[in-house]
């Protein structure tokens, strides 16, 4: 259950971080299961484009459990794809994302619809993630531009 918040005017950092530290504790999915872009949001309310600083506390929280997902995959079931989709203009819209072989008939792996693979990723982003270790792709739409992020694998 969430705690009662403050209006988003005067929602300070500080409790900002408690918020994303009361989603990031929510207990993990069932990893053992099957997923169809099962996805987790942490700024519901999208209060990370209240300032540069709920920005960066929103990001410090996608990556860490976008790692930590990772990490709990990687013991649990060997065809698993974990990976995020950042908007760079809309917070709230950042999730986690798990995807695996599925009854539904969603395509695995996964394939976005990336405008451009990067090889560098853009200011905001750069201290956040590494390009050895990642793939990072944009698309924009009407104007607004989003990333997906994941492990790096092979593109043609």
Same mark, same amino acid.
């Given at each position: 259950?969430?705690?009662? !918040?403050?209006?988003?005017s005067? =929602?300070?950092a ?17 990893f053992s299961?099957?997923?169809? =872009? ?5 700024? %519901? ?14 990001? %410090?929280?996608l ?10 995959? !990687?013991?649990? !079931? ?28 969603t ?9 451009? %693979?990067? #090889?560098? #990723?853009?200011? %905001? =982003? ?20 989003s990333?997906?992020?994941? !492990? ?5």
């Amino acid at each position: 259950m969430r705690t009662p !918040r403050t209006p988003r005017s005067r =929602l300070s950092a500080w409790a900002f971080r408690d918020v994303l530290i009361q989603e990031m504790s929510k207990k993990s999915p069932d990893f053992s299961s099957w997923f169809d =872009l099962w996805h987790r949001h942490l700024d %519901w309310e999208g209060d990370g484009d209240l300032t540069r600083q709920h920005r960066n506390l929103a990001l %410090w929280a996608l990556f860490k459990t976008l790692h930590r997902f990772e990490q709990e995959t !990687r013991s649990v !079931r060997e065809r698993c794809q974990v990976f995020a989709c950042i908007h760079e203009q809309e917070p709230g819209s950042d999730a986690i994302y798990v995807h695996t072989p599925n009854p539904n008939g969603t395509p695995f792996p996964y394939e976005p619809q990336v405008d451009t %693979w990067l #090889a560098r #990723a853009p200011s %905001w =982003l750069a201290g956040r993630i590494s390009l050895e270790r990642y793939d990072l792709g944009m698309s924009e739409h009407e104007g607004k531009k989003s990333y997906f992020v994941q !492990r790096k694998r092979s593109h043609d």
